[in-house]
């Protein structure tokens, strides 16, 4: 079963109506054998702030060294972010497998007129990864219930309700009492029920639930106190949470007073499903990064984005913006709503606007913009104008904001999402060399095999294929058909999701294309201008001196530690790392890499201290040669006594775990090389499926990239590595080297780390020992686009750079 066969057939359930109750799941789960039953699971229910708290839980139980599931909603653009395995999206393949096995039993139930709802085979698909994934434990985001909800087909083993307020009454009941008594139901049977409910509801959770541990600030007389510090920057809060006999105090990746409250939800989650320190659930509190949630994507002007989408969280999110006060001028506030929602009281919730452009999503459920902008005039917001698409409303809200504003995006989720691919879209560059080429690059973007079979052999000069909104993909096919180029589109039948489509074209009709978007509604001018920094047209790329950026600049790998991989100890003495570095010099090297802890597999952690005794007196050492010093370190302590000794450039091969590290990126504006990785040291029995391995690291490294600019590294100053040898087999090594290209897509430098690695046993070469075919790889990588290699033998590693540039650019040598 082809992918967007299998996402339409879960797509087209939502056409029926939520059904309450847990039978249906629980029949289905049966009828796939019951894949969950050796799983434990976490449950986190309410009205706000669920989401977050169960990223929190998850992160702290994942950094206990934990496999963890988890299950959230709704996605933003793509149904397989609703299921995670160690923070991966479910697999496309995974989908297909699970829609395989479950429809012939789900047609049949159609057919006797008990369909199951799109929530509930989601969940039960979740629950079913999670199972096959052998997780140690799912964390499940209840939906807007409790005992009747699709996830309460589990038995908890720890539960909690983040909070209650009035929502969704149809369902739930018109009173605080009738949500809280249907929400309590999650209490696990042999565990207290978690809560940071208060009054009322508070109440009816006692009397329900019996064992309740309770969660509030040091005024509240609760179980566990939580207080936020406020925000220490842009990005970042301070939490301290205090239990009968345990203390933490941690950075939150999440701004807000509330979100101390679900951070103290979630420590007490944690510690009743496993056995976590205090150290342990700091660090997984900072890394607990959940976007849509007061994410501050620009600084000048302010650009906030919240998924508020009830009253209560409307009035949570204002209390968070007043924390800002100081910092923006004027607020102008792009707004839309499902049709179900309570506007008048989310409108009165939110701080009084400058401006207000209501817009809306492309959902069905999406409440009309001129309606919203009705809720406001009579609010008293004097300057409102109702919009169209959330693209283009942010668009001309940005236009007019001056850059000491403050531009809210809020009301839905939903309309969050959309405004945020406006940071996070990536048009992926494709290199077509023939018919298979081809169909490889359509059937990535889902399109039909008669499409496939019609659009193949037009695939020429460029192809671009990019991820937008079904109206601006029918746009972008009228006008590249209008021009001579061609356009196909994916499968999906979508109902707010993004959808691929691939452009093809010669570049000047691309060059066209841009034009013809100047001025169009939907976002579309931004699109034109996302394309065409993207394909390099009318484009003057700023310098900032750095040697990659006049061609792909040799980074030579100088080991201060006993046991590289490679040369372990053999330049573990001070003096013999100095006169390597000069012969590193002589042979042409442009930067050097210095690292004192290994990550080859079994590599034992170096203590922060003694990594830094190893690498600084060589960094000292080597500070006035001309040439540019790069650290190798995985601890943000270790790279600022580098920098401190005269290192130009951090290299984090994990991708920046240790959360302090892009802030010192940041402070100190020099580049930050950002691997992606999934283990470091690499453990080499981990096996991770990978849909299409290029498109997913490139998925995956695009969050990290956005974590850097937030931090505020300028996206120039992030070199991304494609991370050979980590968490790959050999094979995907080897289609990640040749599809190097694809990695322009993040606008950033790309680095590729592959010098006497295991991936060349595929080829008969023994690991570690390996120069030839890693010199040949060096020339692929060059002519591919990388911006740097790193390797151990410089000399002839140089000689195969410059042979790979003068095949482009023979010119270049001749005048030399």
């Given at each position: 079963?082809?992918?967007?066969?299998?996402?339409?057939?879960?797509?087209?359930?939502?056409?029926?109506?939520?059904?309450?109750?847990?039978?249906s799941?629980?029949?289905?789960?049966?009828h796939?054998?019951?894949?969950?039953?050796?799983?434990?699971?976490?449950?986190?229910?309410?009205?706000?702030?669920k989401?977050?708290?169960?990223?929190?839980?998850?992160?702290?139980?994942?950094?206990?060294?934990?496999?963890?599931?988890?299950?959230?909603?709704?996605?933003?653009?793509?149904?397989?972010?609703?299921?995670?395995?160690?923070?991966?999206?479910?697999?496309?393949?995974?989908l297909?497998?699970?829609?395989?096995?479950?429809?012939?039993?789900?047609?049949?139930?159609?057919?006797?007129?008990?369909?199951?709802?799109?929530?509930?085979?989601v969940?039960?698909?979740g629950?079913w990864?999670?199972?096959?994934?052998?997780?140690?434990?799912?964390?499940?985001?209840?939906?807007?219930?409790?005992?009747?909800?699709?996830t309460?087909?589990?038995?908890?083993?720890?539960?909690?309700?983040?909070?209650?307020?009035?929502?969704h009454?149809?369902?739930?009941?018109?009173?605080?009492?009738?949500?809280?008594?249907?929400?309590?139901?999650?209490?696990?049977?042999?565990?207290?029920?978690?809560?940071?409910?208060?009054?009322?509801?508070?109440?009816?959770?006692?009397?329900?639930?019996?064992?309740?541990?309770?969660?509030?600030?040091?005024?509240?007389?609760?179980?566990?106190?939580?207080?936020?510090?406020?925000?220490?920057?842009?990005?970042?809060?301070?939490?301290?949470?205090?239990?009968?006999?345990?203390?933490?105090?941690?950075?939150?990746?999440?701004?807000?007073?509330?979100?101390?409250?679900?951070?103290?939800?979630?420590?007490?989650l944690?510690?009743?499903?496993?056995?976590?320190?205090?150290?342990?659930?700091?660090?997984?509190?900072?890394?607990?990064?959940?976007?849509?949630?007061?994410?501050?994507?620009?600084?000048?002007?302010?650009?906030?984005?919240?998924?508020?989408?009830?009253?209560?969280?409307?009035?949570?999110?204002?209390?968070?913006l007043?924390?800002?006060?100081?910092?923006y001028?004027?607020?102008?506030?792009?707004?839309?709503?499902?049709?179900?929602?309570?506007?008048?009281?989310?409108?009165?919730?939110?701080?009084?606007?400058?401006?207000?452009?209501?817009?809306?999503?492309?959902?069905?459920?999406?409440?009309?913009?001129?309606?919203?902008?009705?809720?406001?005039?009579?609010?008293?917001?004097?300057?409102?104008?109702?919009?169209?698409?959330?693209?283009?409303?942010?668009a001309?809200?940005?236009?007019?904001?001056?850059?000491?504003?403050?531009?809210?995006?809020?009301?839905?989720?939903?309309?969050?999402?959309?405004?945020?691919?406006?940071?996070?879209?990536?048009?992926?560059?494709?290199?077509?060399?023939?018919?298979?080429?081809?169909?490889?690059?359509?059937?990535?973007?889902?399109?039909t095999?008669?499409?496939?079979?019609?659009?193949?052999?037009?695939?020429?000069?460029?192809?671009?294929?990019?991820?937008?909104?079904?109206?601006?993909?029918?746009?972008?096919?009228?006008?590249?058909?209008?021009?001579?180029?061609?356009?196909?589109?994916?499968?999906?039948?979508?109902?707010?999701?993004?959808?691929?489509?691939?452009?093809?074209?010669s570049?000047?009709?691309?060059?066209?294309?841009?034009?013809?978007?100047?001025?169009?509604?939907?976002?579309?001018?931004?699109?034109?201008?996302?394309?065409?920094?993207?394909?390099?047209?009318?484009?003057?790329?700023?310098?900032?001196?750095?040697?990659?950026?006049?061609?792909?600049?040799?980074?030579?790998?100088?080991?201060?530690?006993?046991?590289?991989?490679?040369?372990?100890?053999?330049?573990?003495?001070?003096?013999?790392?100095?006169?390597?570095?000069?012969?590193?010099?002589?042979?042409?090297?442009?930067?050097?890499?210095?690292?004192?802890?290994?990550?080859?597999?079994?590599?034992?952690?170096?203590?922060?201290?003694?990594?830094?005794?190893?690498?600084?007196?060589?960094?000292?050492?080597?500070?006035?040669?001309?040439v540019?010093?790069?650290?190798?370190?995985?601890?943000?302590?270790?790279?600022?006594?580098?920098?401190?000794?005269?290192?130009?450039?951090?290299?984090d091969?994990?991708?920046?775990?240790?959360?302090?590290?892009?802030?010192?990126?940041?402070?100190?504006?020099?580049?930050?090389i950002?691997?992606?990785?999934?283990?470091?040291?690499?453990?080499?029995?981990?096996?991770?499926?990978?849909?299409?391995?290029?498109?997913?690291?490139?998925?995956?490294?695009?969050?990290?990239?956005?974590l850097?600019?937030?931090?505020?590294?300028?996206?120039?100053?992030?070199?991304?590595?494609?991370?050979?040898?980590?968490?790959?087999?050999?094979?995907?090594?080897?289609?990640?080297?040749?599809?190097?290209?694809?990695?322009d897509?993040?606008?950033?430098?790309?680095?590729?780390g592959?010098?006497?690695?295991?991936?060349?046993?595929?080829?008969?070469?023994?690991?570690?020992?390996?120069?030839?075919?890693?010199?040949?790889?060096t020339?692929?990588?060059?002519?591919?686009?990388?911006?740097?290699?790193?390797?151990?033998?410089?000399?002839?590693?140089?000689?195969?750079?410059?042979?790979?540039?003068?095949?482009?650019?023979?010119?270049?040598?001749?005048?030399?």
């Amino acid at each position: 079963m082809d992918y967007h066969e299998a996402a339409n057939f879960l797509f087209d359930l939502r056409r029926f109506q939520v059904k309450p109750g847990t039978e249906s799941v629980r029949e289905l789960l049966a009828h796939l054998g019951d894949p969950h039953e050796d799983v434990r699971f976490v449950q986190v229910a309410g009205s706000n702030g669920k989401g977050s708290t169960a990223k929190m839980v998850e992160s702290i139980l994942r950094e206990a060294g934990l496999g963890i599931g988890l299950y959230t909603s709704p996605h933003f653009d793509d149904v397989r972010e609703r299921i995670r395995v160690d923070g991966r999206k479910i697999p496309e393949k995974a989908l297909c497998a699970f829609v395989d096995e479950a429809k012939p039993y789900l047609v049949e139930r159609a057919a006797e007129g008990e369909p199951l709802t799109f929530f509930e085979v989601v969940t039960a698909m979740g629950i079913w990864q999670f199972g096959r994934s052998d997780v140690d434990v799912g964390v499940l985001e209840v939906g807007m219930g409790g005992r009747l909800d699709a996830t309460s087909v589990v038995d908890p083993v720890a539960s909690a309700v983040t909070n209650v307020s009035l929502e969704h009454t149809s369902v739930l009941g018109d009173t605080v009492e009738e949500i809280a008594t249907k929400k309590a139901a999650v209490a696990p049977a042999d565990a207290p029920l978690v809560t940071a409910a208060t009054g009322e509801a508070l109440e009816v959770i006692r009397r329900e639930a019996g064992d309740v541990v309770t969660v509030g600030d040091a005024d509240d007389g609760m179980d566990v106190t939580a207080r936020s510090g406020g925000p220490v920057n842009h990005t970042e809060s301070t939490v301290t949470v205090d239990g009968p006999d345990w203390h933490v105090e941690s950075r939150l990746p999440l701004l807000g007073a509330y979100q101390a409250t679900n951070a103290g939800v979630a420590c007490t989650l944690a510690r009743l499903v496993a056995d976590v320190d205090e150290p342990t659930i700091a660090r997984g509190l900072r890394n607990a990064h959940w976007p849509g949630r007061f994410e501050m994507m620009e600084r000048d002007p302010m650009v906030v984005l919240d998924g508020a989408h009830n009253p209560d969280a409307c009035a949570q999110l204002a209390t968070t913006l007043d924390e800002f006060a100081d910092e923006y001028d004027d607020l102008h506030i792009v707004f839309a709503a499902m049709h179900d929602k309570d506007h008048r009281e989310m409108a009165g919730a939110l701080p009084t606007p400058d401006s207000v452009v209501t817009c809306k999503p492309n959902l069905s459920r999406a409440e009309d913009p001129e309606v919203l902008a009705r809720v406001f005039e009579n609010a008293g917001v004097d300057d409102v104008h109702a919009g169209v698409s959330v693209a283009g409303s942010l668009a001309k809200v940005r236009e007019r904001a001056e850059p000491d504003d403050c531009i809210l995006v809020t009301g839905s989720l939903f309309c969050v999402a959309e405004a945020r691919t406006t940071w996070t879209r990536l048009e992926v560059p494709k290199r077509v060399r023939n018919l298979d080429d081809a169909e490889t690059v359509l059937r990535g973007a889902h399109v039909t095999e008669p499409g496939v079979w019609r659009m193949r052999g037009k695939a020429v000069h460029r192809s671009l294929k990019l991820r937008v909104e079904r109206r601006q993909a029918q746009y972008l096919k009228e006008e590249m058909l209008s021009l001579g180029g061609e356009c196909a589109t994916s499968g999906l039948m979508t109902d707010g999701e993004l959808s691929s489509v691939v452009l093809m074209g010669s570049l000047s009709q691309f060059n066209r294309l841009v034009d013809k978007l100047e001025g169009q509604p939907f976002g579309l001018e931004a699109l034109g201008e996302d394309i065409r920094r993207r394909l390099g047209i009318r484009v003057e790329k700023p310098s900032r001196g750095y040697p990659w950026e006049d061609g792909t600049a040799v980074m030579g790998i100088l080991n201060v530690t006993p046991d590289s991989f490679h040369d372990g100890g053999e330049f573990f003495d001070r003096d013999a790392a100095v006169e390597q570095a000069q012969t590193m010099v002589d042979a042409g090297v442009d930067i050097i890499d210095i690292g004192g802890e290994s990550t080859r597999p079994g590599a034992e952690e170096v203590p922060v201290e003694a990594e830094i005794d190893r690498v600084v007196p060589v960094v000292e050492a080597l500070a006035d040669l001309d040439v540019h010093l790069s650290i190798d370190t995985r601890k943000a302590a270790v790279g600022r006594a580098a920098l401190d000794a005269g290192a130009d450039i951090l290299n984090d091969v994990t991708g920046l775990e240790d959360p302090e590290m892009r802030f010192l990126a940041a402070e100190r504006d020099v580049p930050v090389i950002v691997m992606h990785s999934l283990d470091a040291p690499v453990d080499p029995e981990r096996e991770v499926e990978y849909d299409d391995v290029v498109e997913d690291v490139v998925d995956e490294l695009a969050e990290r990239v956005l974590l850097a600019e937030k931090a505020g590294i300028p996206r120039e100053n992030v070199i991304v590595d494609p991370g050979l040898g980590f968490a790959k087999s050999k094979a995907e090594n080897f289609e990640l080297l040749g599809r190097l290209d694809e990695f322009d897509a993040l606008g950033c430098p790309i680095l590729v780390g592959h010098s006497h690695k295991s991936m060349f046993e595929l080829l008969g070469q023994e690991a570690g020992d390996n120069l030839d075919a890693t010199v040949a790889a060096t020339a692929i990588a060059a002519d591919r686009g990388a911006d740097i290699v790193r390797v151990h033998d410089v000399e002839e590693n140089v000689a195969a750079v410059r042979v790979a540039q003068a095949a482009r650019s023979p010119e270049q040598f001749s005048q030399e």
